[in-house]
């Protein structure tokens, strides 16, 4: 079974500017979740999507972060524009829909954003 | 609020050392538990996982935890600690009633060969 895919793997940019980052769930998982783990600290959820809709998005920036998920499947987190405080690594999790399964969440390798 | 307790920042240890890294949870009802490791440069993989049943749960690379219901407590141990045990290590919490996940800070391990 193939995990969750993310990429880019790294990605360095200057304050101010615009980054998208990719993520493939497992297949068949119809929850997906972006987090942000700044070094040195445990994940920080930032959106949770049920198929393609939002089922938690209390911890999103809105002002500069967005997401979607327009076909229940892959999803973008897009920071426009970047600070400097972004700088962390931004993971991507799916869990199964079943409960039996305690909804456990598998995670991709993530995306290393430095802002500059 | 539920929260999510890890007592120790850092640990170093000797290779061949037991290793005990405390859990605490704050939460009166049901819940799911879990602890995730994550290998330097490497992703966060699940380590093990407790739903129901034998709270003595087993996981990969000989690792267990128990968990205390009475203590809120889901402690993660290994009798043996190896170099490359070396890692950070998060104990996660889900509530039956959202199943969001809620961490702790995590733990480093430093394993001395």
């Known amino acids: 079974e193939a995990g969750v895919a993310q990429s880019p793997r790294y990605k360095i940019i200057e304050k101010r500017q615009s980054v998208a980052f990719w993520c493939n769930p497992i297949?068949?998982?119809?929850?997906l979740y972006w987090y942000q783990q700044i070094l040195g600290q445990g994940p920080k959820l930032l959106i949770q999507?049920?198929?393609?809709?939002?089922?938690?998005d209390s911890q999103l920036p809105k002002d500069r972060f967005s997401a979607e998920r327009l076909k229940g499947v892959d999803s973008t987190l897009k920071i426009q524009p970047a600070k400097l405080e972004d700088s962390a690594v931004y993971l991507c999790?799916?869990?199964?829909?079943?409960?039996?399964?305690?909804?456990?969440?598998?995670f991709g390798p993530g995306t290393r954003l430095l802002v500059l | 609020a539920q929260s999510v307790s890890q007592h120790n920042h850092h640990v170093i240890l000797s290779e061949a050392a037991s290793l005990e890294l405390g859990c605490n949870y704050s939460?009166?009802?049901?819940?799911?538990l879990f602890w995730y490791v994550q290998y330097p440069g490497q992703h966060l993989q699940l380590l093990l996982k407790?739903?129901?049943?034998d709270p003595l749960v087993k996981g990969i690379k000989g690792f267990e935890a128990e968990f205390i219901k009475s203590k809120f407590s889901f402690n993660l141990r290994k009798p043996s600690v190896q170099w490359s045990d070396t890692a950070e290590y998060f104990c996660?919490?889900?509530?039956?009633?959202?199943?969001?996940?809620?961490w702790g800070a995590g733990t480093k391990l430093i394993i001395k060969p």
């Open positions: 999790a799916s869990s199964s829909p079943y409960r039996g399964q305690g909804k456990t969440q598998y």
């Open positions: 297949s068949g998982h119809a929850t």
């Open positions: 999507f049920q198929n393609n809709g939002v089922v938690d």
């Open positions: 939460y009166g009802g049901t819940v799911n």
């Open positions: 407790y739903f129901s049943g």
């Open positions: 996660a919490v889900n509530a039956h009633s959202n199943y969001q996940l809620i």
